[in-house]
């Protein structure tokens, strides 16, 4: 009803009242979000899981710190638009680059990454001198992050499982691309190991979805798109054929983890 028809005097008071309230509450609202913001705190706030254990359903809390850390990726170009970028990379991936975009502003093709800056300098050089190619250092850095988490006690030490597994998942693969590129290793090991590595995220990944199947948090929602995103990668990774190419796809499997958990760290900063 729209208040050009209104009749009684007694509704106006009332209409008030019940604005008032409303704003009180929305008011009461805020401060609560403001608080639990400033807290740094993350509840989880789990709908129980019919399957699990009084212990593992038990309400727990915990700090989870995700360590951080600077790898130094090798850039090949950069691009305004993402279609150019990616016909650029196409060509890299054939000799065993990874060709991985980044848009965080412009759309950056990556090659690989490494722990040290020597190393990825060692390879710059050799890039320029032995193949013609000029590559520039681009910084995936990560802050140190530090969680205070409540819900399930099963919930947490999935996600703690998560972080965990994601942080090792990067350093494997670079060791694996490192073995590739020297020839130390086949592509039938470096295949069976990524089935290995594959049926560790798969079950990880399930286990998170059924865990916080009611309404998960962001913060748990991206770590399981991740890993979502990583089971695709290393899916077409094991179908590779060629050992330039099944190199270039490990690589880009592990700048996968490198700039997305950056960015996860950097959003919770």
Not at 46 to 68: H, I, K, N, Q
Not at 116 to 124: F, T
Not at 234 to 256: D, M, P
Request: glycine share 6%.
């Amino acid at each position: 009803m729209r208040a050009g028809r209104l009749k009684t005097r007694r509704y106006r008071p009332y209409r008030r009242r019940r604005w008032g309230l409303l704003f009180l509450l929305l008011g009461a609202a805020c401060l609560v979000a403001a608080w639990c913001w400033q807290s740094g705190g993350i509840s989880l706030f789990p709908a129980p899981a019919p399957t699990l254990s009084p212990d593992e359903s038990a309400r727990d809390s915990r700090t989870l710190t995700l360590p951080g850390g600077t790898w130094y990726a090798l850039q090949l170009g950069v691009f305004e638009s993402e279609s150019a970028a990616r016909e650029f990379a196409a060509g890299y991936q054939a000799r065993g680059a990874a060709g991985y975009l980044t848009d965080a502003d412009s759309f950056h093709v990556l090659a690989a990454a490494y722990p040290a800056r020597a190393d990825a300098q060692a390879v710059q050089a050799n890039l320029r001198t032995l193949h013609g190619v000029d590559a520039y250092m681009y910084e995936i850095s990560r802050p140190e992050i530090t969680l205070r988490l409540t819900g399930q006690k099963a919930q947490l030490d999935a996600l703690s499982d998560a972080y965990d597994f994601i942080g090792q998942l990067a350093d494997q693969l670079y060791s694996l691309s490192q073995f590739m590129d020297s020839g130390e290793m086949e592509s039938a090991e470096a295949v069976a190991a990524l089935v290995s590595q594959r049926e560790t995220l798969s079950a990880l990944s399930l286990r998170l979805q059924s865990l916080f199947a009611a309404a998960p948090h962001a913060a748990v929602t991206r770590i399981t798109d991740l890993l979502g995103d990583l089971d695709a990668a290393l899916a077409v990774a094991i179908q590779t054929q060629g050992s330039a190419r099944l190199g270039a796809q490990i690589k880009y499997c592990q700048l996968l983890c490198l700039d997305r958990m950056a960015a996860y760290a950097q959003s919770l900063a």
